[in-house]
């Protein structure tokens, strides 16, 4: 497939090598915020989520720490492998009438060097 | 797992041709939302709907059009296409449109115009 995001950000790792993506959110009124995972001409895919009245949480392999104070996402891939390699979003969540699209931040490719 | 389905996976239109695009939600999920994915772009958020009313607006032009039928597929209507619209089209749906219902996303549409 096609691939998205050509003139992304580039993080490059080594395989078994931790990966740490970060992520600038824009409104401090967000509450909710989620980790995707885009492979060449896929559907962006869950990864994790975290509310705001937290700032870790961690899922299988990875972990997500959030800083309110200065608005800042930071994705952690433990044991970085092949498969791993995309283009990471991070999103935002606006509380709006109960009803919520994403608002999706400028995402980062991860190219993992075997 | 049954995921959403989107329909076409590939169309090529001319500039001022219409064009529908397809969703078929995850079974029992109610609520659909559409993005918009330019070149090296993040997801923009478009519209959605949740139990066939449209539930939020974003950045959808008056070009497009949108709606969700009975059995909670949505169409995409797009006219008068122009070349900026070409860009990957993705449809997600959740159980409910509640913050921290996760949104599941199709493999996507690809839309050319030439």
């Known amino acids: 497939g096609e691939s998205v995001g050509l003139h992304l950000p580039t993080l490059s790792v080594q395989e078994g090598d931790n990966s740490i993506i970060n992520c600038a959110y824009s409104?401090?009124?967000?509450?909710?915020f989620i980790w995707y995972k885009q492979e060449s001409g896929k559907g962006p895919q869950f990864i994790i989520d975290?509310?705001?009245?937290?700032d870790k949480r961690q899922g299988q392999r990875v972990t997500v720490l959030l800083n309110k104070t200065v608005k800042h996402l930071s994705l952690q891939i433990a044991a970085t492998q092949p498969g791993d390699s995309a283009v990471y979003f991070c999103a935002e969540n606006f509380p709006l009438r109960g009803n919520t699209p994403l608002v999706f931040g400028k995402g980062t490719r991860l190219s993992v060097i075997a | 797992a049954a995921g959403v389905i989107q329909s076409p996976r590939h169309l090529i239109k001319e500039k001022r041709e219409t064009a529908t695009l397809k969703c078929y939600p995850i079974p029992r999920h109610d609520t659909v939302y559409w993005y918009q994915q330019g070149p090296g772009q993040d997801p923009q958020f478009l519209i959605s709907f949740y139990e066939k009313m449209q539930s939020d607006k974003g950045s959808i032009p008056d070009r497009f059009s949108a709606q969700q039928f009975s059995d909670y597929h949505s169409e995409l209507n797009m006219s008068s296409l122009e070349l900026g619209d070409s860009a990957l089209y993705f449809c997600?749906?959740?159980?409910?449109?509640?913050?921290?219902?996760?949104?599941?996303f199709g493999p996507g549409t690809r839309l050319t115009v030439t």
């Open positions: 975290i509310r705001s009245n937290m």
């Open positions: 997600a749906s959740s159980f409910r449109p509640f913050q921290g219902d996760e949104q599941y």
């Open positions: 409104n401090s009124a967000s509450d909710y």
